[in-house]
């Protein structure tokens, strides 16, 4: 018996050769097979750029055009693009060849992170790996359930944390949960609020409360000391803190994680994942106390009780053991501190200096600059105009500018507010900081004296927002 030949058509798959076929077509492919409305959006404010490679904190187009990064992939890019660390363990995980999951087995690796991460938690035990913060959320609600037998969770208003059924059932913003009831039995409680977290507590069915330390929708942070009167609280009622690392975690804040800030805050379980990808495979992580873990895994009987298909993949738990030990060998949370610092102190200085500009808050490198009505009767008939149209055109009025001349991409920080958020790579540098704080400033300048051609964007946003209402 003899082997077929391979038909012409059968050739061997050449990713390169099809990207460079069809990679032009991809806001066309997008708008046809995916989300429709991506495309159309990024049409109306100009963000449709064609970007063909990306290094650290930076961009380049197909002209040559360098973009800096301050938007981080929403926090994935922790170490910015293809680092060359992770890049190689990645590598160095597909030519080993392991058997991985072949789930009737305990591989290497996944122990390994377990350990490494949890190095950076003492009070801490043990380690479930799904792939995504979404999935770190959803195991910690299923554990506090399980753990306390109580049915309910508190979170804060205009919290996120993320958007599968159960993490939509504690998500504080109502444009995200509209449509999709019923969801998980859920109260909120606002941030900072401890007389409406006992009273919920005194119910007697409430299993934990999951908060952001600095809550990722408008950079808000919780105040000093309440995260431990909430431990406290919800100890003394048997339920459990559980801390939503997934976008301030791995450094982003200044300290490996944002509860730190804050002495004598241990919470119970807490979620991480998008900067321990690397950027490259999704990763999440819930990590929880010894007798959470041995409650819900009771018996052999339990033992995939709680699992993930690709959990624990050898490239992921690749990926994140570079990660970690590119945070140790270059110090990334100091830079993160001192860049954050740095990038605050001076955006701060600004306030007084323009009247559109209210406040810049956060820590590290999660940066809140908020704006505010005007004082001068001109520019407040201006702001009076957007927030007619719609809350939130103000911010997307600066975002637009700071990529299209000065090739900066930013974010506004939820729908409907006046901030944008900064969560760059933690990488960046000194150059980075002034690049964008000069940007920033040459656009508020434009805001203030004159700034036809930001103005008269306005007013296409307007448009656009008034024709989908």
């Not at 693009?81 to 160095?92: E, M, Q, S």
């Not at 995260?227 to 997934?246: F, P, S, T």
């Not at 819900?296 to 030990?325: C, E, I, K, T």
């Not at 900066?408 to 939820?414: A, D, F, H, K």
Request: net charge negative; with cysteine.
């Amino acid at each position: 018996m003899t082997t077929a030949e391979p038909s012409a058509q059968s050739e061997e798959f050449d990713l390169g050769r099809l990207l460079a076929a069809r990679g032009a077509e991809r806001y066309e492919l997008h708008a046809r097979h995916l989300n429709h409305q991506l495309p159309r959006m990024l049409h109306t404010i100009g963000f449709d750029k064609i970007y063909e490679r990306a290094e650290g904190a930076h961009f380049w187009d197909a002209d040559g055009n360098d973009y800096l990064d301050m938007l981080a992939g929403f926090g994935v890019m922790g170490l910015g693009r293809h680092h060359p660390v992770v890049r190689k363990a990645l590598h160095d995980v597909l030519d080993a060849s392991l058997a991985d999951l072949t789930r009737f087995d305990c591989q290497p690796l996944p122990g390994l992170l377990a350990e490494r991460l949890l190095t950076h938690s003492p009070h801490l035990d043990r380690v479930f790996f799904g792939n995504s913060g979404t999935e770190a959320v959803e195991t910690a609600l299923k554990f506090a359930r399980y753990a306390t037998g109580k049915p309910r969770v508190l979170y804060c208003s205009h919290a996120f944390h993320g958007l599968t059924t159960g993490s939509l059932s504690v998500n504080g913003e109502s444009g995200f949960r509209d449509g999709f009831a019923p969801l998980l039995p859920d109260t909120a409680v606002p941030l900072g609020d401890l007389d409406t977290l006992a009273k919920e507590l005194r119910k007697g069915d409430v299993a934990g409360l999951i908060v952001e330390p600095i809550q990722g929708k408008g950079v808000h942070e919780a105040p000093p000391g309440y995260l431990l009167a909430a431990q406290e609280l919800l100890h003394r009622h048997k339920a459990l803190l559980i801390a939503d690392e997934v976008q301030t975690g791995l450094g982003r804040t200044g300290d490996f994680y944002a509860y730190q800030h804050e002495d004598g805050v241990e919470p119970d379980l807490v979620c991480v994942a998008k900067a321990l990808s690397g950027g490259y495979v999704p990763v999440g992580a819930t990590l929880g106390k010894d007798w959470i873990f041995k409650k819900v895994y009771s018996s052999m009987d339990r033992v995939l009780v709680h699992s993930a298909s690709f959990g624990s993949n050898a490239q992921a738990m690749a990926a994140g053991l570079a990660v970690l030990s590119v945070m140790e060998n270059e110090e990334i949370v100091a830079n993160a501190r001192a860049m954050g610092e740095r990038l605050r102190s001076r955006l701060s200085a600004l306030v007084d200096k323009y009247e559109l500009l209210s406040e810049v808050r956060g820590r590290g490198l999660m940066i809140g600059i908020e704006f505010g009505r005007p004082r001068s009767l001109k520019l407040r008939s201006r702001w009076t105009m957007l927030q007619a149209a719609r809350k939130g055109l103000f911010a997307q009025m600066v975002v637009v500018p700071l990529l299209q001349r000065h090739r900066i991409l930013t974010q506004v920080s939820g729908d409907h507010l006046e901030v944008i958020k900064l969560i760059p790579p933690l990488i960046i540098g000194e150059r980075d900081v002034d690049r964008f704080v000069d940007a920033f400033t040459e656009v508020m300048d434009d805001a203030h004296h004159g700034g036809g051609l930001m103005w008269d964007f306005g007013k296409t946003l307007v448009k656009q927002a008034v024709a989908n209402r």
